[in-house]
Every structure is written in C-alpha cells, then in structure tokens.
C-alpha cells in the first residue's frame, strides 16, 4: 500500500512539473533583433541616445582595449562626424529567460568629415563580434561587447 502512495505522489509531482520552458521565454529573437539594430543606428547617428541600449555597467572590448560606457563614447566622438554604411551576417542568437548571446560577422565602411592624423577620410573595417544581452527592469540591453577586427 505504501508504495501505491509513493507511486501516486510521484506522478502528481510529475504531471504538475511544467516542461514547456521554451514557450515561457521573456527574450525573442525579434526583441533581440530590435535592440541590436536600434543600438548601432544610436551608435552611428545619435551617440548621446546610445546609453538606452547598454547596461550600466557596459563593457565593450575594442581595439584590443577595453572600454566602459563613457570611455567608448569618447573613443567614437574622436573620429568626428562620419557616414557609415554596416552590414551583419552569419548572426546566430542564443536566448534565455532573460538573456541572449549574440554572434556575428560584420563589417562597415566610414566616410569621415575630417580626416585622420594619417589623413584617411574612408575606413572599411572586418569584425568578428560576439555580445551578451540581459533584461534589467524589463528591457532587453547590452550588457557586453566583444569585437575583434580581422583586415
């Protein structure tokens, strides 16, 4: 009899178990989609909104540097104004409940206002990136950035 009830318990414990976890998450691709591309649109037209898209405690690493949120911004204000024209491919999105991990392959050309100390007006850079996203107080942000220039 006693094993009768043990068997019972453990069913109800297993029918009451929820094993649809991957319909519960709180990230989407779409949503990570959304904030990557409003994030480099801040990046390249409106700095000073870039901020709304990164953590508070934001890291980037760039140039073989890093960089926290306002050490990056100076490091893009020292290029001037420029024109810019990205292109991302090879992305693949890994989601969580409340993060996502995102790789990529990108590239991006930059007409420069004002030259270069070396007088370069036109830049094209090859990355191999790779950043990691968390929900903080219900929005998707960048919490970090890796990017590795490869021409």
Request: glycine share 4%; aromatic share 16%.
């Amino acid at each position: 009899m006693r094993k009768i009830y043990t068997i019972l318990i453990c069913a109800i414990v297993l029918i009451s178990c929820d094993f649809t976890k991957s319909g519960d998450q709180t990230v989407t691709e779409e949503e990570v989609m959304n904030v990557f591309n409003d994030m480099f649109y801040a990046l390249d037209n409106d700095l000073d909104s870039f901020e709304n898209y990164v953590t508070d405690d934001f890291l980037i690493y760039e140039i073989g540097r890093k960089f926290n949120l306002d050490e990056f911004r100076e490091f893009i204000k020292g290029f001037g104004k420029f024109e810019s024209n990205r292109t991302f491919k090879n992305l693949r999105i890994n989601l969580d409940e409340n993060s996502a991990h995102v790789s990529l392959e990108s590239n991006g050309e930059f007409t420069l206002e004002s030259p270069t100390p070396d007088g370069e007006t036109y830049l094209y850079y090859e990355w191999l990136e790779s950043a990691y996203l968390v929900k903080q107080n219900g929005e998707l942000k960048f919490k970090f950035y890796f990017s590795q220039q490869v021409n």
